[in-house]
């Protein structure tokens, strides 16, 4: 077995904690950048910055990142907007250190660890969900499982695990050689179906088909199989119909119940806000953190109990809203090169990682249309990962390091 080195141990254990902990996140991120900066000094430099020169996703998140600042300094309060920008600086630091600590260490192999991760929230869940239904008295909602997160954030996280699966089962060279790998597999994708149910993120649905299609798209054995992707898809759909939740979190009745002050369609009116206050200030915006402070400007009542959002649950409208023209283009910039790169390095590679992440990223894509996923550190971090991690697997490694 080969040993670990300081890099791989700390890019392992990145993925063991990023399911879990963006507060252990942050600090698994510091010690890889440690061990990186270490690495450089024993002559490791020139082929970090020849991966982040070779590698379009860096310039679009810097491109991103650039555009934000431009938005701050003509939006309302600059100083609060920089706060919020430290979040995109976030996301260029951690996939800068991913790409430069894949690039280092071509032979890590993180489905192990990332397994450990995915399956301690789980097990978290189904313990919340265990408890949720002892308690549970008739006539009210059953709470939703979220582990160590808001449940949105957790139903993206599952989503992505149970597209993990997926990929694994399809191509189980890599991650399922033995069959007690394959047990296990079997048992925590079964576990995370059943969570989904529980947990009832309605973009989580729409999340699988996209990462579905995409994994269709591109592996012939799994497009024999897409009816069957379909059929569970449809059962969580409609599982959901009749578990005591309320009707708030209903699927179906999104379908026939379009008036806007409903709780559960609250999204059109925050859709709405989003677009008058970019029709407002369209080129720059009203600056990163200041849709929620000027949502009772736009809109005086309550949506869903609560009279003040900061967010408008759509990626796309909120950064419209916040960054305007020139952060839109950022946005399309960083999010472009990072679903080309995927979908590149997925045509390539054989592999279960590259086919894990291309259709993660199409997921990702769709959560952000009911939600602003892209400004969640913990899923957008675990996100960057996989597509680091998928997108510089082996053979496309040998080139960079060529």
Same mark, same amino acid.
């Given at each position: ?37 270490? =690495? ?11 991966? @982040?020169?070779?590698?379009? *996703? ?27 920008? *430290? ?5 260029? +630091? ?6 430069? *600590? ?10 192990? &660890?990332? &397994?450990?991760?995915?399956? /301690?929230? %789980?097990? #978290? ?7 949720? @239904? ?17 449940? #949105? ?12 699966? %997926? ?29 989904? %149910?529980?947990?009832?993120? $309605?973009?989580? #649905?729409? !999340?699988?088909?996209?990462?579905? !299609? ?6 012939? *054995?799994? =497009? =024999? ?11 969580? &759909? ?9 009707? =708030? ?11 806007? $002050? ?8 925050? @859709?709405?806000? &989003? +677009? ?55 946005? /399309? ?11 590149? /390095? ?40 996989? +597509?680091? +991690? ?13």
């Amino acid at each position: 077995m080969r040993s670990l080195t300081p890099v791989s141990a700390a890019l392992l254990l990145v993925a063991a904690v990023l399911p879990v902990s963006i507060a252990a996140t942050n600090v698994a991120l510091a010690l890889l950048t440690a061990a990186l900066i270490a =690495r450089a000094g024993r002559g490791g430099a020139s082929r970090t910055f020849s991966t @982040w020169r070779r590698e379009p *996703a860096v310039l679009g998140l810097i491109l991103y990142c650039f555009a934000g600042l431009v938005a701050t300094g003509f939006g309302l309060d600059p100083a609060r907007s920089l706060h919020d920008n *430290a979040k995109d600086f976030h996301k260029l +630091w951690a996939l800068l250190l991913f790409l430069a *600590a894949c690039a280092e260490e071509p032979a890590a192999e993180a489905w192990t &660890a990332l &397994a450990a991760g995915f399956g /301690a929230i %789980v097990l #978290v869940g189904i313990g919340q969900t265990a408890l949720a @239904w002892l308690h549970h008295e008739p006539g009210f909602p059953l709470p939703r499982p979220h582990a160590f997160v808001h449940p #949105v954030a957790y139903g993206e996280q599952l989503t992505l695990c149970l597209l993990g699966g %997926v990929c694994a089962f399809l191509r189980p060279g890599e991650p399922l050689r033995h069959p007690s790998a394959r047990r296990l597999g079997g048992a925590l994708m079964a576990l995370t179906v059943a969570l989904l %149910v529980f947990n009832q993120t $309605r973009s989580s #649905v729409f !999340a699988l088909a996209a990462g579905g !299609a995409a994994i269709c798209a591109l592996d012939p *054995a799994a =497009r =024999r199989r897409g009816a069957w992707m379909g059929l569970i898809l449809f059962a969580i &759909a409609a599982a959901w119909e009749i578990l005591p939740t309320g009707d =708030r979190r209903s699927l179906f009745g999104l379908l026939t119940d379009f008036n806007p $002050r409903n709780s559960q369609n609250a999204r059109y009116v925050l @859709w709405s806000v &989003a +677009w008058r206050m970019f029709r407002d200030h369209p080129l720059t915006g009203v600056g990163p953190a200041h849709y929620g402070t000027l949502f009772t400007t736009y809109f005086q009542g309550t949506l869903d109990n609560e009279s003040g959002w900061s967010s408008a649950h759509n990626l796309f409208l909120h950064q419209l809203a916040e960054r305007g023209l020139i952060g839109a283009a950022g946005l /399309a910039a960083a999010l472009g090169t990072l679903l080309a790169g995927a979908w590149r /390095a997925a045509r390539r590679e054989a592999g279960a990682r590259a086919l894990w992440a291309v259709s993660a990223f199409a997921a990702f894509l769709v959560m952000n249309l009911t939600e602003a996923a892209f400004q969640n550190e913990q899923v957008t971090t675990l996100m960057l990962f996989l +597509w680091a +991690w998928g997108t510089t697997s082996l053979e496309n490694r040998g080139k960079i390091l060529q």
